[in-house]
């Protein structure tokens, strides 16, 4: 059996030699073979200098380097593109995900599951704004997204190769893996564990990265902030004619005019700001069908190191592909071209 690992690194220089001397020993504990596909998200430190030198050192050391950072969903779907394993593992590089855990993860793995996730039951190193907003984070989704959405259940899993074959399908732009795997109804284990704090470094997720990953998961997976606005407007419309049925009212039988000014500016801001939030939160939706409608690659491969191109078959964009495809593979190209397995065959069908 082959394990591949696929870990998402930004800036991670100060954890990786702590990775690189707790999880291979782990991956040799459990015995099968293993891959360690790593994806740098447009790193600015010397994380691709170490994992080049990981890489020269050991050919199961796999590096697949961005052209900028696209974000670690984006880095996900990179190395689930390019596992080759049987079982493939997701994990944090900054030992927030237990290497310890792979163990079980594959054993449950062996019983017949498609997807080992796993919850955190207690999270250490976390401020108490950070942990009050990740359950309401949770239970937002659950509501929101999909109700079989396991809360406390992050990115660290492992899928078997079925499920990351089904995975590869969807290129959506705005994506939320744990969504995704929810929406598919894969057959589904969960391990508890208790979280960690990073063995070193800082968090690369700021509250405003946090809120946008959160909107990202609602937005692509619920139009219920559309029909919020619909029920909203109704019931200010209902008020409005209850209001204006009341003023005639109070003019013809009891005399009195609704008093005032200020009270009319006040209803004026309030339901010019609603109207604008609608019309805005609606130009949100549009804006996220106009980043499909152009189909632009998930992500830019700068280079590689240790990778087959023709390990991927989804279109990739590459700009300095390893050599073996340019003799092996005659269309990934090394100027970006779109690399389409379709347009390969019907090319040596016509031929
Ligand atoms: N990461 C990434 N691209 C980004 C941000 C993060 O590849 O734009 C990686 C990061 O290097 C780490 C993992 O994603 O391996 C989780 O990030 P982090 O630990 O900062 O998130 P947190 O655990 O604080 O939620
Ligand atoms: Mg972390």
Redesign the pocket.
Known sequence: MLLSVV??????QEVLPVLFQVLPKVLEKIGCDYELIF?D?GSRDSTRNLLNTAAESDSRVKVLGFSR????QA?ITAGLDFANGDAVVVM???M?DPPELLESMVEQFKKGFDVVSTQRIARDGESVFKKATASAFYSLMQKAVDERLPPQC?DFRLFSRGAVQAIRKFREQHRFMRGLVAWLGLRETIIQFHRPA?AAG????SPI?LVQLAWTAISSFSAMPLKACLYAGLSLTLFGVAYSLYAIYAAMFVATTAPGWSSLVCFQLIFNGATLTAVGLVGDYVGRIYDESKQRPLYVLGDSVNIEASGSNHRVVWINPPDDSVEQNSHVYRTPQIYRPSLVTEQKRAA
């Not at 870990?7 to 991670?12: C, F, G």
């Open positions: 870990l998402p690194v930004y800036n991670e994806i998200d950072n696209f974000g670690q880095a944090d590089a900054d927030q992050g990073r800082e968090t690369k997720y990265k």
